[in-house]
T-cell receptor
Framework: EPEVTQTPSHQVTQMGQEVILRCVPI?????FYWYRQILGQKVEFLVS????????KSEIFDDQFSVERPDGSNFTLKIRSTKLEDSAMYFC?????????????FGDGTRLSIL | AQKVTQAQTEISVVEKEDVTLDCVYE???????LFWYKQPPSGELVFLIR??????QNEISGRYSWNFQKSTSSFNFTITASQVVDSAVYFC?????????????FGQGTRLTINP
């Protein structure tokens, strides 16, 4: 079964540094998402992306964040100048609405630790 | 505004007991999707079920069953004959989009512990 893959599984970064989280969505999916889960808390929506532009973003997704689909397969989340509070698990997801019965599929997540 | 409430923060039962996880949602839309995801200790999110607002039929899949009641805005999840492998955090989620990008709004999650 096709799956969403995320790399790295764990990223440790110094505060103030830039970090790029990478995702390879399922190949025939059209909609891409990033979510965040701070340790022990609920999963929170960050951004959705379709047709090479942002469809919707949350209040969390401020100017420090950006997303990009640099080629036909990767979908990246960049945090420009990381803060301690950016430490969380970041999940990528993808979906297709060609068939309305298809749910969002999540990757295994990248655990981001800011020191 | 969308909101999902899972009032049970933690539940602990003995193996083979039945357990029900509650989910109550708020939405102004008449059409929407509801979801359950499982997050085992390894951390990934595993899709369990999706239900659209037009379909109030209960669903059973093996030991899992879901009770969707629009009248009470609830979408409860029952595990019968629980097993230790069912131990995980379970999230209920809501999407108001039937087409296009589906922003999921998650509840706080219920940590389920099944003791041998």
């Amino acid at each position: 079964e096709p799956e969403v893959t995320q790399t790295p599984s764990h990223q440790v970064t110094q505060m103030g540094q830039e970090v790029i989280l990478r995702c390879v969505p399922i190949s025939n999916h059209l909609y891409f998402y990033w979510y965040r889960q701070i340790l022990g808390q609920k999963v929170e929506f960050l951004v959705s992306f379709y047709n090479n532009e942002i469809s919707e973003k949350s209040e969390i997704f401020d100017d420090q964040f950006s997303v990009e689909r640099p080629d036909g397969s990767n979908f990246t989340l960049k945090i420009r100048s990381t803060k301690l509070e950016d430490s969380a698990m970041y999940f990528c997801a993808s979906s297709t609405n060609q068939d309305s019965n298809q749910p969002q599929h999540f990757g295994d997540g990248t655990r981001l630790s800011i020191l | 505004a969308q909101k999902v409430t899972q009032a049970q923060t933690e539940i602990s039962v003995v193996e083979k007991e039945d357990v029900t996880l509650d989910c109550v949602y708020e939405t102004r839309d008449t059409t929407y999707y509801l979801f359950w995801y499982k997050q085992p200790p390894s951390g990934e999110l595993v899709f369990l079920i999706r239900r659209n607002s037009f379909d109030e039929q209960n669903e059973i899949s093996g030991r899992y069953s879901w009770n969707f009641q629009k009248s009470t805005s609830s979408f409860n999840f029952t595990i019968t004959a629980s097993q230790v492998v069912d131990s995980a955090v379970y999230f209920c989620a809501l999407s108001e989009s039937l087409l296009g990008a589906q922003k999921l709004v998650f509840g706080q999650g219920t940590r389920l512990t099944i003791n041998p």
